[in-house]
């Protein structure tokens, strides 16, 4: 492609650097990146996407802002209150840069329709916040051979790590089974640092960018975790799980399943 002018000049700092240069800006313009969640996580990481030149950028949510959001969701502002996420979302990346084609979907995940929704995009983007989406994106990607950055924020510490299939472990060799009920409050419940979810959703824009133009490594194998009281990054290893009921040796779950049901009730059993 050529570039104008205009865009010569937004992307001049990304241009300039040998592991980007223009052919690296094009990947970036003519790739498809989906968000799902335009929440805390959501906002910083679509915010960077946007900037970036990501061609084009799906936004999944069903939700609507309240005024408890704005302490995080960095793109939704007081006037916001009351509309759809996505929506607002949309105006805050249409602001930042016209190049951007922003898609949004006002749905809830389910096992019906998470194949449809990923099926054209390159890289999919975890910033939901409840274990059913988190067991359900992962394994949708997995089915699909999608690329997955995963995100997760709780109080004053962050998580981030990157899935790709058959190259490395998923999330469910990291987490077997979701917590019993009750057991994990959530943000909403137990509250959440408001920069906290700036520091991990930009790292996961970072990621899907560096997926996007095939530079550099990847957290994949790896779970950062973000401790933001004591000012700390941590490291851990993570590897595949031979035993693994999705990407093992032996995998018995064969397709999509009942989410819901399997977090709230897997431990009842």
Known sequence: MEFTEEQIKRYARHIIL????????????????LLIGAGGLGAPCGYYLGAAGIGTLGIVDFDIVDLSNLQRQIWHGTKDVGRYKVDSAKDSIERINPDVKVITYKDKIDSANIKELIKDYDVIVDATDNFPARYLINDACHFMN?????????????QVTVFLPD?????????????????????????????????????????????TLGVGNTLNGRLLIYDALDMKFTEMKLRKDKCCPLCGENPNILD???????????HHE
Do not use: H, W
């Open 256 to 266: 999509l399943i009942d989410y819901e049901e399997f977090c709230e009730l897997y």
């Open 146 to 158: 999608k690329p997955l950055v995963y995100g997760s924020i709780f109080r004053f510490e962050g």
């Open 18 to 33: 040998p592991e980007v240069g223009g052919e690296g800006q094009e990947k970036l313009l003519s790739s498809k990146i």
């Open 167 to 211: 190259k490395g472990p998923c999330y469910r060799c990291l987490f077997s089974t979701p917590p019993p009920p009750g057991l994990v409050p959530s943000c909403q419940e137990a509250g959440v640092l408001g920069v906290l979810p700036g520091v991990i959703g930009a790292i996961q824009a970072n990621e899907a960018i560096k997926i």
